[in-house]
């Protein structure tokens, strides 16, 4: 049995340069990779806002904690 690859974490980044190379491919070879390129756009925008949702969080509970309203 063959062992699988180690699975890197999705990025912003990796994302982006996926959607990079995606473009170039439709570029030559036309618009048959297009869903591909939507469903990238779709997961970025997707991983987007889950950070930004994360960043608002850690952002509240840091001025809780710093207004002393939890002591946890």
């Keep these: 049995m063959r062992k699988r690859p ?5 990025t912003e980044e990796r994302l982006e340069r996926a959607l990079v190379y995606v473009a170039y491919v439709m ?3 036309g618009g048959v990779y297009l869903p591909i390129f939507e469903r990238l756009e779709k ?4 991983l987007r806002s889950k950070n930004a949702a994360l960043d608002r969080a850690r952002k509240l ?8 309203k939890i002591d946890f």
């Design 6 to 10: 180690k699975e890197e974490p999705v």
């Design 27 to 29: 570029e030559r070879h």
């Design 43 to 46: 997961e970025l925008a997707n």
């Design 61 to 68: 509970l840091a001025e809780a904690r710093a207004k002393g």
